[in-house]
Every structure is written in C-alpha cells, then in structure tokens.
C-alpha cells in the first residue's frame, strides 16, 4: 500500500497576494512575498485505496463532504494526472490551528497535501515542482512549500509561476485573534469582485508588481525600516482596493483598526511595529525577537494574541496521522 504523510505550516503575506490572471491554473496578477510561520500546522497522510470508487477526505476526525470534498478529489486528478494513475485516495488530514485563530488553513493545507499526495503516487518533485502543484490547490500555499521567507513569482505560466526562498532578517509576528468578527467574503470571491468592479485594480497590480521589487531588495539588504514600511502599506493598499469593489468588501473590523493604531502608537515609541492582515478582522503585527513581547502586551487589550516565527516549509514526517487525528478526537 502506498502511502505518505507530510506536515506544511501556514504562511503570512508581507506583500500581498489579492487576484488572479488565470483562474483554472492560479496564476497571481502580481507576485508576493511571505513568512511561513513556526505554528498552527496541517499534517496529512495520503494512502491509495486502488480498489475505491471515490476519494475520501477525513479533516481533525470527521470525514468531509460538499465543497471541501469536491476540491480535494479536484486537486488529486491533478496529482493523478501527473503520476498517469487512477486510483483513488484516502486523506487523513488533522489541523492545528485554531477555527478562531482565522488563519486560513488552505495554504498549510495544500503544502501537506502536494506534499504527501506526491510521494503516495510515486512522484519525486523538486521543491519548484511541489510549489507549482501547490499552487493549483491554493495560489498561497505555493509559498508554504518553502522554509521561512518565500517570494512567489507570478510568472506567465504554470511552469513559471512559483514560489522560492529568499533572506530576509529574523522577525516575529504578533497574530492578534479580534472580536466581533463577521463572516467573510471568501478569498475566491473577493478576488473576482475585485477584479471584475474595483476602479483601482489596475493600479494595484502595476504598484504592486514595483512593492515587490523593493520588498526584496528591502530583505536582502536587512533594512528593517523600508520591511516593516511596506508590510503596512501593502497591507492597506489591498484592504483599500478590496473596499472599492461593488458592492463593496470590508474585511477589517472597529478591532483591527485599533491594532493598526497601536502599532502606529509603538512606532511613535521607538518600537518596530508594523500591521498587515489578511481576507479578515484578524491582525498581525511584524517586529523583532527582541520586542515581541513588549508588542504583544501592547495589542493584547484588542484581542487573543499568539508570537510566532519564521517556521520550516513542507516535509516529510514518519508518523502517519491516524493515531495524531484518534487523539485529536479524544480530546
Ligand atoms: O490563496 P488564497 O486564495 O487563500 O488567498 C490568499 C489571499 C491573502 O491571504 C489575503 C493574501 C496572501 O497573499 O496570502
């Protein structure tokens, strides 16, 4: 029986992420730049089940169905495709996160998956390859595929359209869970909302194609100043063409607008602190190892707060997830 099991993180965009050119394959509009963080991982055990009619998915103990079903079995033809193989898979997959902590799973999630449904179908994929599939489950989990920092290239086609490391200095992020949180919009809808009604959005990608550009250069020259200035201000820019979208998309909530004012606040202070957040109310502010938990007891009054760091990119693990997931369930 073939089988493998593999472990990927979720990974936070300083540069980000926001619309697709090529919906089918996930070609972004624009690159971006990333930390994989050291928390909050997925690990998945993929195993062949060559005598089975259909996929089967069990996410933290339960067996999935519907959506999250559909896009699994979607991403392993893919992976049978490549492997010229039919046979159909069993995916134990248990998550770590929090359901609060509003990190999307989908980016740890996918980075496991490549991982693990690649070995089990007998393919031997270099980590350029293993970002790329990555990508076709979900465009941000290409860049989970990578240890610590990771700039995804937007490239024109699915064979240049990647993630691979890059240096950058030693940071933390303070992950701020906030309250009052509505549902969001998913990223997937937003994107094409974005993209189909923003009067902006052709200036977010052209600008954002030159943010990146300095965000590297910013990370290979260690300067903490021009990291932390464009982690806020990219952020902000995509909340800004998100929110000039018909009918228009708010994902930041009264909390997290308090985080970006404290951050502000730290800054005034002498503190590296700067915000970003994702496709929700929930905040994370960039800084030092050594100012962490200063930052930490600063934005603790706005919400749940959690330091992480740089954390490894996807690989394999011995222990298959069964026992991990039983576990979970006894919990
Ligand atoms: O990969 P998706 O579809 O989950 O989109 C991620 C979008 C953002 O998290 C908002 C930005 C990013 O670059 O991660």
Not at 204 to 213: D, F, G, H, K, N
Not at 300 to 310: F, K, N, Q
Request: proline content about 5%.
């Amino acid at each position: 029986m073939r089988t493998a099991t593999a472990r990927a993180h979720p990974n936070i965009a300083l540069v980000k992420y926001w619309g697709k050119a090529d919906e089918e394959l996930i070609l972004p509009v624009a690159g971006s730049m990333s930390m994989t963080l050291d928390a909050f991982a997925t690990t998945t055990t993929v195993t062949l089940d060559p005598g089975a009619e259909s996929d089967v998915f069990v996410l933290n103990g339960s067996p999935a169905t519907g959506t999250a079903l559909a896009r699994t079995t979607r991403f392993l033809d893919h992976v049978r495709e490549l492997a010229g193989s039919s046979a159909r898979a069993r995916v134990d997959s248990v998550n770590e996160a929090p359901t609060a902590a509003g990190l999307a799973s989908s980016a740890s999630g996918f980075a496991a998956l490549a991982l693990a449904a690649s070995r089990a179908f007998g393919l031997e994929l270099d980590e350029r390859a293993l970002s790329r599939l990555a990508r076709r489950g979900s465009g941000s989990a290409c860049r989970s595929v990578v240890d610590r920092y990771a700039v995804w290239h937007a490239g024109t086609d699915d064979a240049t359209s990647y993630a691979e490391p890059i240096e950058a200095p030693d940071l933390r992020l303070v992950i701020v869970t906030v309250d009052g949180a509505q549902k969001a919009v998913s990223s997937r809808e937003g994107m094409r909302r974005t993209a189909a009604t923003s009067p902006f959005y052709d200036a977010w990608i052209s600008s954002t194609a030159r943010t990146l550009e300095d965000m590297v250069r910013a990370c290979a020259a260690g300067d903490l100043e021009q990291i932390g200035g464009i982690t806020e201000s990219h952020a902000l820019r995509m909340h800004a063409v998100i929110a000039s979208s018909e009918p228009p998309v708010r994902y930041l909530a009264p909390a997290s607008v308090a985080v970006f004012d404290a951050a502000a606040a730290l800054r005034a202070e002498g503190v590296f602190a700067h915000a970003t957040a994702d496709a929700g109310p929930n905040v994370c502010v960039l800084t030092t190892p050594g100012e962490a938990e200063r930052v930490a007891a600063a934005v603790s009054p706005h919400g749940r707060v959690r330091i992480v760091g740089p954390g490894p990119g996807a690989h394999l693990v011995d222990e298959p997830v069964a026992a991990a997931a039983a576990e979970e369930v006894a919990r």
